[in-house]
């Protein structure tokens, strides 16, 4: 087992690369490269790309998780079902490592991708609320413009195989448990918030969410954005951009995110979010009805119910 230390880009099939660029842009992220058959967009963190949109039949391809050192990606390359090490001949470079989940999802191990430098992150505001006033003396001011996202810091997969692969991000990645969801039976796990094993050191309280369902699919990629001014600035721009609107702006209970969900032309969801729980790896693992997983501590209620 290694211990990854985020997800690093995800791999998505889209069926046009101009379409797919208009509404990346849209949504927030920046070109870093494009080929005949593939776009890379990045965020303003120093990924070369977050997020690879390339030619294929739509939907969600794989994901890229990052090892945190080229001797982990060696011990990694002897794990059962593991390519060898090999370079990655795609602009930002790097080495990798080939799995396929239990799921039939690629993932890819990556190590040494190309940086960039960081973009500068505009409207930085800090808040000032009822018992904290943080901001003294200095007048918000937002500049205009589209969202800007950082980066991606969660894929939300839909599985037939559930328990088989929360066992395969666990046992070969490090992923750790943040919260399970159990079934009506009060006892059956049907989801679990999985996070990166960074130590002592605080992260997301998940990078990866697995969910129990008839089928086999990715619900959302979650991509974050500087606070609740950025998701609701980025709201107003898709709105004007006409794009399609899913849920939100609320603030999800597991995980405590700020979130606001839009689907691309090819169907699908990209969900902005902010203020997201920081978890170290002593975090103990929490366990809620997944009855609630739709709940919110505010916003506008789920439109599928
Ligand atoms: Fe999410």
Request: proline residues 4%; aromatic residues 8%; glycine residues 10%.
């Amino acid at each position: 087992m290694i211990k990854v230390t985020d997800v690093q880009y995800a791999r998505i099939g889209v069926p046009d690369l101009d379409e797919a660029e208009g509404f990346l842009t849209d949504l927030g992220l920046q070109t870093s490269a494009r080929t005949d058959t593939s776009l890379y967009m990045r965020g303003s963190d120093d990924d070369h790309h977050c997020y690879v949109a390339e030619l294929a039949e739509p939907g969600y391809i794989g994901m890229g998780l990052e090892a945190s050192s080229e001797e982990d990606l060696e011990k990694i390359s002897h794990a059962d079902g593991a390519s060898p090490v090999e370079a990655i001949d795609e602009p930002g470079g790097g080495s990798r490592v080939r799995f396929r989940d239990p799921a039939g999802f690629a993932v890819d191990v990556v190590y040494g991708i190309e940086k960039l430098d960081l973009l500068p992150v505009k409207n930085i505001v800090s808040q000032n609320s009822g018992s904290d006033r943080r901001r003294l003396g200095v007048r918000a001011k937002f500049e205009q413009g589209p969202g800007q996202i950082k980066r991606l810091g969660h894929v939300v997969l839909f599985v037939q195989n559930f328990a088989e692969c929360v066992d395969f991000y666990s046992s070969l990645f490090g992923l750790i448990s943040s919260d399970e969801m159990f079934d009506d039976d009060g006892e059956t796990i049907v989801s679990n918030f999985l996070r990166c094993d960074l130590g002592n050191d605080f992260t997301d309280h998940h990078t990866l969410y697995l969910k129990q369902m008839g089928e086999t699919r990715c619900h959302h990629l979650g991509l974050e954005v500087e606070d609740i001014d950025a998701v609701q600035r980025a709201n107003q721009h898709m709105s004007s951009k006409e794009h399609k609107h899913n849920w939100g702006v609320g603030r999800h209970i597991v995980g405590s995110n700020i979130f606001d969900q839009w689907i691309a032309p090819w169907g699908l969801m990209h969900e902005y979010f902010a203020d997201m729980d920081m978890l170290d790896a002593n975090a103990p693992t929490g366990r809620t009805p997944v009855s609630e997983s739709l709940a919110t501590h505010w916003g506008p209620p789920h439109p599928y119910l």
